[in-house]
């Protein structure tokens, strides 16, 4: 670094991608912000112009993507699953949550009856390990210092933890295959009819906690069904008539995914026409190891190559009778 004061900046990786999130989104700056985005930019020059022995650039990103990534609440998933993180070379078994099948009989006093029984089935997890590269032209650098890096940092994080998310839905789509987690609507829009279904399915396993995940236009449907006008509170109408959106339909949260949020190859982060309806904790969900970032210096070409390696997580669906999903046409 340049100075003992700019390693006293980066310290703080939680404050590192917030600066780093605030600069790439244009974001308006303390003053406190102000000086330290001074300090980056002219640390981020000084790799341009004198390289980067030390691998400055990679620790940064590594500790800055692996705190927001690995000890970040996030709000759905953390209801959704049992987090936690095991070591890079361990590995485990989940328990299926049983049903109840225990069987009662009529008996005679003192008789005996056929045992039942409750099946604890072992689930390995499903892991997945991803990767995301790139190459930070020394030409940008110089021209746009820290913007470059806090720009390539932001990015790299959200298209891991977007990788991660999209990976869990298709998931939890597939386990769904039948039965009266499965809502058939007719139409390409939700009704009453496939929402009520839904609500019900939910409320009856946890009327608490829980939540319909969608994407933003079929929140919007869901506020325009006829007669649902009629339910809400005025504080409900007042959002929906600034935002056109509903955050809360008998009893059930609503949370919106963006359909402007997509993955490189230009997916949904969750499948389109779809409504998920999540009733509690579904299973565990596991990071495994540390994120490692390697660098690169090619002079040749003038570009920092640097990979963002083993960002590895494992899954596991223990008690997928807590989630349902209408399916539109």
Not at 47 to 53: C, F, L, R, T, V
Not at 64 to 85: A, C, K, S, V
Not at 247 to 261: E, L, M
């Amino acid at each position: 670094m340049l100075n003992h004061e700019i390693a006293e900046v980066v310290k703080d990786t939680g404050k590192m991608f917030e600066l780093a999130e605030k600069t790439h989104y244009k974001l308006n700056l303390t003053s406190e912000e102000k000086e330290a985005v001074e300090l980056c930019d002219a640390w981020a020059k000084e790799i341009a112009d004198k390289g980067d022995p030390n691998k400055e650039l990679s620790a940064f990103m590594r500790r800055t993507i692996q705190e927001e990534i690995y000890n970040t609440p996030d709000e759905l998933l953390d209801m959704m699953f049992d987090r936690g993180t095991v070591g890079e070379f361990d590995d485990y078994e989940s328990t299926k949550t049983p049903k109840n099948t225990l069987v009662v009989h009529d008996a005679a006093k003192g008789g005996t009856v056929d045992a039942s029984y409750l099946d604890f089935t072992s689930l390995k997890p499903t892991w997945k390990n991803k990767q995301v590269e790139f190459k930070l032209s020394y030409v940008d650098i110089r021209k746009n210092g820290w913007k470059s890096i806090a720009e390539y940092t932001t990015y790299a994080k959200e298209a891991l933890q977007n990788a991660l998310f999209a990976d869990v839905f298709g998931a939890v789509d597939a386990a769904i295959t039948g039965g009266e987690q499965l809502i058939n609507e007719t139409t390409a829009k939700p009704t009453q009819a496939s929402i009520d279904a839904l609500t019900l399915y939910l409320t009856d396993r946890n009327d608490n906690d829980a939540v319909m995940v969608t994407l933003t236009k079929y929140a919007q449907a869901i506020a325009r069904i006829d007669g649902y006008a009629e339910y809400m509170s005025e504080v409900m109408k007042n959002s929906f008539n600034r935002y056109g959106l509903v955050d809360f339909i008998q009893g059930v949260n609503v949370a919106r995914i963006s359909g402007a949020k997509k993955m490189a190859n230009g997916s949904l982060l969750i499948p389109d026409k779809r409504i998920f309806g999540i009733a509690g904790k579904i299973g565990t969900l596991d990071m495994k190891g540390d994120i490692h970032v390697y660098e690169d210096m090619d002079n040749v070409n003038e570009v920092i190559h640097v990979r963002v390696k083993d960002f590895t997580f494992g899954y596991a669906i223990t008690d997928i009778s807590k989630v349902a999903k209408i399916v539109l046409a």
